[in-house]
């Protein structure tokens, strides 16, 4: 669930509110400035992500709700259906009830449907957009003073800057396919 969540600035302890999502890591340059006292500081909940790669768990999270619910209300909605066809039929006013029943449930399998195509419609943009926050990041990374400003909180990042430092091959999250 996404709410706002409320930091503060580690020098000055001026507070600020930022939009968050629970499900979602966040990602970019954890480097921030307050706009208060102009100190800079690391918000740790912000990732790297060349460093890090993107976290898949929303889109898995996403599918697993659908198949749960495509198992769950595709008998009930196909019983509702039947038993209250078979009502009708036998002169029961029931059946109607059935019928909604199961017209309601047929219509929130469709909407689970239409969810992921729409979901399908959209994925090139985000993988778009991953593409290009992960080609900042790479920027960012390029720049050994960042780096080592970086490394000082993140071992990822300390690992990298040994790997320059050593002349090793440096070692990248993959970028979005």
């Not at 697993?64 to 078979?86: D, H, S």
Request: net charge positive.
């Amino acid at each position: 669930m996404a709410t706002y969540v409320t930091k503060k600035c580690p020098h000055c302890g001026f507070a600020y509110q930022v939009f968050q999502s629970g499900e979602q890591r966040k990602y970019g340059s954890p480097y921030k400035t307050c706009v208060k006292c102009f100190n800079h500081y690391w918000d740790n909940d912000i990732v790297e992500p060349a460093l890090h790669g993107f976290e898949n768990l929303y889109e898995t999270g996403q599918s697993i709700k659908r198949v749960i619910v495509m198992i769950m209300y595709t008998p009930m909605a196909l019983l509702m259906l039947g038993g209250g066809i078979w009502l009708l039929t036998e002169g029961e006013m029931l059946g109607l009830f059935g019928l909604a029943m199961g017209g309601f449930v047929a219509w929130a399998i469709g909407s689970h449907i239409k969810g992921k195509i729409d979901d399908k419609k959209h994925w090139d943009d985000i993988v778009r957009n991953r593409q290009l926050e992960y080609d900042r990041s790479m920027e960012r990374l390029k720049d050994t003073n960042y780096l080592t400003a970086l490394a000082n909180f993140d071992k990822r990042a300390q690992k990298l800057l040994e790997e320059r430092i050593n002349g090793q091959t440096e070692h990248y999250a993959t970028r979005p396919q």
